[in-house]
Every structure is written in structure tokens, then in C-alpha cells.
């Protein structure tokens, strides 16, 4: 059974940093394209960032150039966000998905697969 569970999330000041984990379990994420999603409260879903089977290319929301990195490691079969300079518009759960296409995207109606997510919250 295919399964993603993130882990890394909590409560963190205004400029702090988090490392956000994305694992998979049943499968193997070599030839899957991972993408992180975050949903505020009484926001759409949004589209963070993505990386593609190869970890060749990678995509970010404008909202988060800059200062989110996206990385994987096959090996571990984990997928990475490292979060810094958050700020509190950065708050919300924040989700994995992967889906066996080789390119990166932030559309989320490309993944067929999803974690449960893991909550951001970044206040003082």
C-alpha cells in the first residue's frame, strides 16, 4: 500500500527555520515526481514547491523563492522542504503528494497520491 507520511512541522517564530520530511512506504519514490502543498484556513490549496523523479528540476511558489529548498534522497526514500526566514503567511498544514511522472509540477490535480500532512505554524 502506498503511503506518505509527513513529519517535521510545529510551531516555530517569525524567522525561524523548519525541515519538513516527507517518507514514503510501499513504494519506491524513484520514479516519482513529489510535490509540497500547504491549505490555510479558509484558503485553497496551494501549490509550495516540487521536485521531479530525477531531482533535476525543481519549482517553487513565488510566494516561497528564495527561501524554501526542495530535495530528495532516494536512498532514504524521503523528500525534504528545509523552510527558512518563515513568516506567519506561511502558516498553514502543509501536505506531499507524488505521482509516477517524471516532471515537476505545482498542479495539484496531478497527484494521486498524498500524505496526510503535517501543521506550520509560525508566530511569536
Known amino acids: 500500500q502506498l503511503q506518505l507520511v509527513e513529519s517535521g512541522g510545529g510551531l516555530v517564530q517569525p524567522g525561524g527555520s523548519l525541515r519538513l520530511s516527507c517518507a514514503a512506504s510501499g513504494f519506491t519514490l524513484d520514479y516519482y515526481a513529489i510535490g509540497w502543498f500547504r491549505q490555510a484556513p479558509g484558503k485553497e490549496r496551494e501549490g509550495v514547491s516540487c521536485i521531479s523523479s530525477s531531482g533535476g528540476s525543481t519549482n517553487y511558489a513565488d510566494s516561497v523563492k528564495g527561501r524554501f529548498t526542495i530535495s530528495r534522497d532516494n536512498a532514504k526514500n524521503t523528500v525534504y522542504l528545509q523552510m527558512n526566514s518563515l513568516k506567519p503567511e506561511d502558516t498553514a498544514i502543509y501536505s506531499c503528494?507524488?505521482?509516477?511522472?517524471?516532471?515537476?509540477?505545482?498542479?495539484?490535480?496531478?497527484?494521486?497520491?498524498w500524505g496526510q500532512g503535517t501543521q506550520v505554524t509560525v508566530s511569536s
Open positions: 503528494a507524488a505521482d509516477p511522472m517524471p516532471r515537476c509540477s505545482l498542479r495539484d490535480w496531478e497527484y494521486d497520491n
